[in-house]
């Protein structure tokens, strides 16, 4: 006989930004493969209906609100859980969002607040989980990185470099836990249909329609993600590997889907900066 199929079923796991797109999918899959959830975001009315839908009897989803921003609703995250389920076995960092426009015009604190959200306060958390995983000697991290972290673009880069930031950390956590049985793992969603467009245009739009000179550039990069609408995956692609990476007693340090991020990665690697130039490079 084979070995077993790794199971979900029981292990405790916490979400980040669990009330749209990835981390609601994500939610909604190892639910019905049997975990333990607990979901976070800032919205707690969604939340709320979220946790409902998929768990009425409220006795395998907790839906906790909080900004991962906030130290202390990381604090009272990770004591919620601690609470109701005593453990935490899995964790999935998967909050964020994207601040668009010309490096030239996007004020620092905007910089710093992408930065916050999606790296800074991602290790603030991870922080607060790993003693306990450390010491039984088990759990697993999961990152939600980006193809925007191999790949920098014209119009992108302060969130592809939050993206960038990330891949390093990942790295070096991966490196600092084997020793102690906890494994991390980093997935590279491409472009996944979610809110993550209208999120990036809402905290952007003010800076890119002001954009002087850009503005016929910020009109083509646009173009260009309308565009890539077409070859779109879905939350569901990115929950699968997710789950399998929790499930996994050795998940590889990486994983890409849809199938268009693994094209984009593997010419990355392949094609002289200079190629990869004409690809990435501004259009009106
Ligand atoms: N969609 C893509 O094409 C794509 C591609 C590569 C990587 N990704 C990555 O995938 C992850 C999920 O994004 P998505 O595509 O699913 O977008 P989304 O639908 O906009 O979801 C983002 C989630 O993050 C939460 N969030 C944002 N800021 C937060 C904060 N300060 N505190 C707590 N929660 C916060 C949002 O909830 P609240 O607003 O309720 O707080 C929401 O639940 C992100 O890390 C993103 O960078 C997405």
Same mark, same amino acid.
């Given at each position: ?5 790794? %199971? ?5 796991? $916490? *979400?980040? =930004? ?31 209906? *979220? ?13 906790? &609100? ?5 130290? %202390?609703?990381?604090?009272?995250? $990770?004591?919620? %859980? ?22 030239? #015009? $996007? ?50 880069? *302060? ?6 930031? #990330? ?13 102690? =049985?906890?494994r991390v793992t980093l997935i590279r969603p491409g ?11 809402? *905290? ?7 954009a002087g000179p850009y503005a016929p550039f910020l ?8 565009? #890539? ?6 939350s569901d692609d990115i929950a699968v590997l997710v789950?399998?990476? #929790? ?13 268009? &991020? ?23």
């Amino acid at each position: 006989m084979g070995k077993p199929m790794p %199971t979900l079923a029981g292990q405790v796991v $916490v *979400i980040t =930004g669990a009330s749209s797109g990835i981390g609601e999918e994500t939610a909604r899959r190892l639910v019905r493969g049997g975990a333990k959830v607990v979901i976070s975001a800032r919205r707690p009315v969604r939340l709320a209906a *979220i946790a409902r839908e998929l768990d009425p009897s409220g006795e395998r989803v907790l839906a906790v &609100a909080g900004d991962v921003t906030s130290d %202390t609703d990381r604090r009272r995250l $990770v004591a919620a %859980t601690l609470a109701k389920f005593g453990r935490i076995d899995g964790l999935v960092n998967n909050a964020g969002y994207g601040t668009r426009g010309p490096v030239e #015009l $996007v004020p620092v604190d905007l910089i710093r607040q992408n930065f916050e959200t999606n790296l800074f306060s991602l290790i603030a958390l991870t922080q607060l989980v790993l003693p306990a995983m450390r010491e039984r000697g088990s759990g697993c991290i999961v990152n939600i990185g980006s193809v925007a972290g191999r790949i920098a673009r014209p119009m992108s880069s *302060i969130y592809d470099s939050t993206k960038h930031a #990330l891949e390093a950390i990942s790295d070096g956590l991966r490196g600092e836990l084997k020793p102690f =049985g906890v494994r991390v793992t980093l997935i590279r969603p491409g472009f996944i249909l979610t809110e993550f467009v209208e999120a990036a245009a809402k *905290i952007s739009d003010p800076i890119t329609d002001h954009a002087g000179p850009y503005a016929p550039f910020l009109t083509g990069f646009r173009a260009g993600y309308e565009r #890539l609408r077409r070859i779109a995956g879905t939350s569901d692609d990115i929950a699968v590997l997710v789950e399998h990476a #929790l499930a996994s007693d050795n998940p590889a340090p990486r994983y890409a889907a849809p199938f268009h &991020a693994k094209i984009f990665l593997f010419l990355k690697w392949a094609l002289p900066d200079r190629a990869l130039e004409m690809i990435t490079r501004l259009r009106k």
